[in-house]
């Protein structure tokens, strides 16, 4: 089984900044793919940053240079760094982990945390 715990989120000014952990334990490698989403009041879930096995990451084109997502292994933990942030940011944030069994892709994720920001 796979537990991911998110922390972080909270309400914050345009402009400012926060920092959202994912902290994943149960039966992972440590670097296994991981991802932060999220899901605004009426809107679909989006992808916001994804980091690879091999470090190498992608990023929704509404948060590009200002999200960057980063990971340790030693902690088995995924950080999403927001800067510059808008309005239109604010929305629940998902933690998604993703770990190949058999060959067959299983995803997992946390339960959310919510960001908020004010004009």
């Known amino acids: 089984q796979v537990q991911l715990a998110e922390s972080g989120g909270g309400l914050v000014q345009a402009g400012g900044s926060l920092r959202l952990s994912c902290a994943a334990s149960?039966?992972?490698?440590?670097?296994?793919?991981m991802a932060w989403y999220r899901q605004a009041p009426g809107k679909q879930r989006e992808l916001v940053a994804q980091?690879?096995?091999?470090?190498?990451?992608n990023y929704g084109d509404s948060v590009k240079g200002r999200f960057t997502i980063s990971r340790d292994n030693a902690k088995n933990t995924v950080y999403l760094q927001m800067n510059s942030l808008k309005a239109e940011d604010t929305a629940v944030y998902y933690c998604?982990?993703?770990?190949?069994?058999?060959?067959?892709?299983?995803?997992?994720w946390g339960q959310g945390t919510q960001v908020t920001v004010s004009p």
């Open positions: 998604k982990l993703e770990k190949f069994v058999g060959g067959v892709r299983l995803e997992y």
């Open positions: 149960g039966s992972i490698f440590s670097d296994n793919p």
């Open positions: 980091i690879s096995r091999g470090e190498s990451t």
